[in-house]
């Protein structure tokens, strides 16, 4: 199995900063896309920013400009550089990838989701 295990949330002001880390553990032999989407009460989950294997980068509108998304392939990791942050960016963050594993002998690609962490804007 894989499981998908994110950091990083808390309180912040307005105008602040914050990153957070998702680390893929497992029998992971493959990772492809890693992206971040975020759910605020009240609301469908949305995306937030993806990110290819190989370092192409999407963003939603909302955040271009003040969001960066990384990785470190080695060690299965995306990261969500968020700066400027307004009370809006309030949600529960969820960290997503398309993960290659071993299971039973074989190989399988499943769509994986962390548990997700909450951060607060204070205005």
């Known amino acids: 199995q894989v499981q998908l295990v994110e950091s990083g949330g808390g309180l912040v002001q307005a105008g602040g900063s914050l990153r957070l880390s998702c680390a893929a553990s497992g029998s992971i032999f493959s990772i492809n896309d890693m992206g971040w989407y975020r759910q605020a009460p009240g609301k469908q989950r949305e995306l937030v920013a993806t990110?290819?294997?190989?370092?192409?980068?999407v963003y939603a509108d909302s955040v271009k400009g003040r969001f960066t998304i990384s990785r470190d392939n080695p060690k299965n990791t995306v990261y969500l550089q968020m700066n400027s942050l307004k009370p809006e960016d309030t949600a529960v963050y969820y960290c997503?990838?398309?993960?290659?594993?071993?299971?039973?002998?074989?190989?399988?690609?499943?769509?994986?989701w962390g548990q997700g962490t909450q951060f607060t804007v204070s205005s």
């Open positions: 997503n990838a398309r993960v290659g594993y071993y299971r039973g002998g074989g190989r399988i690609w499943s769509d994986c």
């Open positions: 990110i290819t294997s190989g370092g192409s980068t």
